[in-house]
């Protein structure tokens, strides 16, 4: 891993601008440019492309925009079963000495995928009400998972979160924390297809919703807890 400290915040957002593939072409012809005549800057560039779950540990010390923050979480979101680089940063830790950690939670994810923890048994579903109470009233949540499709469906009810801020929504499963979505504003619905690993921890996991600044956050929540509820198996 590159000593970041030799890095500006300017080259490090812009690598992973460049890696999330979020540079107009003239920013990512001068990126590339000093990407041939910054050592450290390539071997930045060569860890968080397999690492994403690291990069957004840096992240979260940088003044990134918005608009990186979102691109990241749905990376996160959205990334392969087993991410390159994953492997070699759980033999790293070893089975018996995870510490437990944002980056964590992205390889705890793998582990169930990697110990066949992800078999989905057929089920009726699992459903989670939280109600979030905020200055306008209180925001009612109902998230419904159907473990054969590794889908979540959620829906809000109530208004939305205070100016300046943003209500996030989190998978929690043993340790694992595990970042949704912020919720868009004006929108009532969401669905989300939940990577194999991430879906595997879904039954019986707690879903939280923080009060988080605009732009979400990448790893821990920050802001305090609202709301959090079990998904719990659907009455048949």
Do not use: C, K
Request: charged share 20%.
């Amino acid at each position: 891993m590159p000593e970041t400290l030799e890095l500006s915040q300017a080259e490090q957002i812009g690598a992973a601008e460049y890696l999330l593939d979020l540079l107009s072409p003239e920013d990512r012809a001068a990126f590339l440019t000093r990407l041939a005549e910054a050592p450290a800057l390539a071997q930045l560039v060569e860890d968080w492309a397999g690492d994403p779950a690291a990069m957004a540990e840096a992240l979260e010390e940088l003044p990134a925009s918005d608009r990186l923050r979102r691109a990241l979480l749905d990376r996160l979101r959205a990334d392969d079963i087993a991410p390159r680089g994953l492997r070699g940063f759980i033999a790293s830790l070893g089975i018996g000495e995870l510490v437990i950690g944002t980056a964590t939670a992205v390889a705890l994810a793998f582990l169930a995928w990697e110990y066949g923890l992800m078999e989905t048994p057929l089920s009726p579903g699992y459903e989670a009400r939280l109600e979030a109470a905020g200055p306008a009233g209180e925001t009612g949540y109902l998230i419904r998972f159907n473990p054969d499709t590794a889908r979540l469906i959620l829906t809000r009810d109530g208004p939305s979160a205070p100016q300046g801020a943003g209500h996030q929504l989190w998978l929690l499963a043993g340790d694992a924390v595990i970042p949704l979505l912020l919720w868009p504003e004006g929108e009532t619905e969401q669905r989300l297809d939940l990577p194999a690993p991430v879906a595997a921890l879904a039954p019986g996991a707690t879903i939280a919703v923080t009060l988080e600044p605009l732009g979400g956050v990448l790893t821990q929540p920050q802001g305090p807890t609202l709301a959090e509820a079990e998904l719990r198996v659907l009455p048949e």
